[in-house]
């Protein structure tokens, strides 16, 4: 049987980081930077078809994440 407790942690973890993620995502928005509008994020639109494709802005959100993930990683360690 697993630890409870211990997959009790990581959900409350993950959670909070989704938290922290929402709430930078919304001050970005909030301060106007061009988070989804970025050169290179393809949109297109026929008709009353559109796509959205936010591949700069993925690119972007990805990199920061690792530094970020690797930082705490590095805390945690010590």
Not at 12 to 37: D, M, N, S
Not at 49 to 78: D, G, K, M, Q
Request: glycine share 12%.
């Amino acid at each position: 049987m697993p630890d409870v407790s211990g997959i009790g942690k990581w959900i409350v973890v993950v959670g909070l980081g989704l938290v922290v993620v929402g709430a930078l995502v919304w001050v970005a928005g909030r301060f106007g930077l061009p988070l989804g509008r970025l050169p290179g994020d393809i949109s297109f639109q026929r008709g009353n078809f559109s796509a959205y494709f936010p591949c700069a802005t993925s690119i972007i959100v990805s990199i920061v994440l690792t530094v970020l993930l690797n930082l705490a990683l590095r805390l945690f360690r010590r």
